[in-house]
């Protein structure tokens, strides 16, 4: 590994493909000291040992014989590749194929848990968009963000979540629900839950307690859906474990719920001023947010906070720290907290939920100018907050130009898509290392992803 430097550098500066040793070499040599082609002195004569050092070639005859130069040893490159950054896993991918060697050691399963480790947070890899039920359901896909070869799609009618390396998605018919893994390509099936749903929305997580969530693929899961009923019009949620193969017994919010009960009378009041008198709780179609034993999801009036507690088997719900806008995005904070975020007149807000022992309130912990950061369409054109990507501090807003991510702890700005009907982003998050391409190649060849039909 003579040329270790400088094929990495290939390997992150240039597109796909082997590291050529030519292709060094003759960078070093276009580096080397140029050299006479005719030497004014006759006794004297190019330095053609100067020159093969230079390319890494052995000296002449007429030089004297020179060892070739130490191999850097496994750990050292080892650590150059433990510092490759997740979110692009290409560059990984790449190295990995270079030669027999770095294959030996990034594919080492030592290192792989290093690398998770050392990187803690999974990045981001694509995403899946959900629309409001008025708006249809968008192209059924993974839409990837990095140049990662994920498994491929299965065929579904409507994305629900994404979260801990897993995709939850309703399947055409009466199909019930599946849950993906675009890394490994495992699916399994999920019946559908006992609730005549009107409206409805669902979560995926981890079911391992203190799991890190770095690597849990292929463990036990946890599916929460949360409904509107089609016939009481009650708010019913229940929990579904791959352990047991089986839903809890669904539960409602009612009025022994002081919050909720508020809520209604509020609604009504202002139908009443209108004419109306009837209210429907509509559960948004939304991504939620799953902090601790909670799962939160959002009504579609004033933006009321369902909170499911799947341990307790248990629904209540908290109001928010704004009403005055729809388009909001709930998610987890890095200090464990739900966090809610929202646009208002250009500025980008960012709220925490502080819970301790006596009480629990709003606190404002982001304001981001957005005037000149983010491209409008139009003077008239405005921008929404139509997503979160937790872990990596990454909130997605839409406008007339495209669809764009918000870092918040640097405030970068990147366009990640064309303007479309955005609504409710899933963010994919998972690490992508060279062992899941063989992971998938050999579940392909094995037919063991066939029992959901493919585009």
């Known amino acids: 590994m003579k040329v270790l430097w400088a094929s990495i550098a290939r390997v992150r500066l240039h597109g796909p493909g082997l590291v050529q040793p030519t292709q060094v070499k003759k960078k070093a040599a276009s580096l080397a000291p140029r050299l006479p082609d005719r030497p004014s002195d006759p006794s004297s004569k190019p330095n053609r040992n100067l020159a093969a050092a230079a390319v890494g070639a052995p000296p002449t005859r007429e030089g004297l014989t020179m060892a070739p130069p130490p191999e850097l040893i496994d750990d050292v490159a080892a650590e150059i590749f433990l510092r490759l950054p997740p979110d692009e896993p290409e560059h990984l991918v790449r190295a990995s194929l270079a030669c027999k060697p770095w294959l030996r050691i990034i594919s080492d399963p030592g290192f792989l848990r290093r690398y ?9 890899l694509g995403y899946i968009q959900r629309r409001a039920v008025v708006q249809g359901d968008p192209e059924p896909r993974l839409i990837p963000t990095t140049a990662v070869p994920l498994g491929p799609n299965p065929t579904f009618r409507r994305a629900l979540d994404c979260r801990h390396g897993r ?7 009466g199909g019930g629900l599946l849950v993906w893994d675009p890394v490994t390509g495992d699916r399994q099936v999920v019946p559908n839950a006992e609730i005549d749903w009107l409206i409805y929305t669902a979560a995926v997580f981890c079911a391992v307690s203190g799991c890190d969530h770095i690597d849990c693929h292929g463990g036990p899961f946890l599916v929460v859906f949360l409904a509107t009923d089609d016939h009481d019009e009650l708010v019913k949620a ?4 791959s352990e047991t193969g089986a839903w809890s017994m669904p539960v409602s919010l009612g009025n022994d719920c002081e919050t909720y009960v508020q809520h209604r009378r509020t609604i009504i009041d202002a139908l009443r001023k209108h004419g109306g008198w009837h ?10 947010a799953v902090v601790g034993d909670g799962v939160y ?7 009321a906070i369902i909170k499911y507690d799947y341990r307790k088997n248990c629904l209540s719900m908290i109001n928010p720290p704004s009403d005055s806008t729809r388009n909001i995005a709930l998610m987890e904070l890095e200090d464990s907290s739900l966090g809610f975020a929202y646009i208002k007149d250009a500025t980008l807000y960012l709220w925490s939920r502080k819970v301790n022992s006596e009480a629990a309130e709003w606190v404002k912990c982001s304001v981001i100018k957005l ?29 007339g130009v495209g669809l764009f991510t918000i870092k918040l702890n640097s405030g970068q700005v990147k366009k990640v898509d064309e303007p479309e009907v955005y609504y409710s982003i899933l963010p994919y998050m998972s690490f992508y290392t060279p062992d899941c391409g063989k992971i998938i190649a050999r579940k392909a060849e094995d037919s063991l992803i066939t029992d959901v039909p493919l585009n």
Do not use: C, W
Not at 116 to 124: D, E, K, S, V, Y
Not at 167 to 173: I, P, S, T
């Open 238 to 241: 229940s929990v579904y474990s």
């Open 297 to 303: 999801f959002t009504l579609r009036d004033l933006n």
């Open 116 to 124: 998770r480790a050392f990187h803690r947070t999974p990045p981001l």
């Open 279 to 288: 209210y429907t709780p509509y559960v948004q179609p939304k991504r939620g």
């Open 167 to 173: 995709v939850l998605v309703h399947v055409y018919g």
């Open 371 to 399: 005037k000149s950061m983010v491209p409008l369409a139009n003077p008239s054109d405005k921008a929404f907050v139509v997503g979160a990507a937790e872990g990596v501090g990454v909130i997605f807003v839409s406008t």
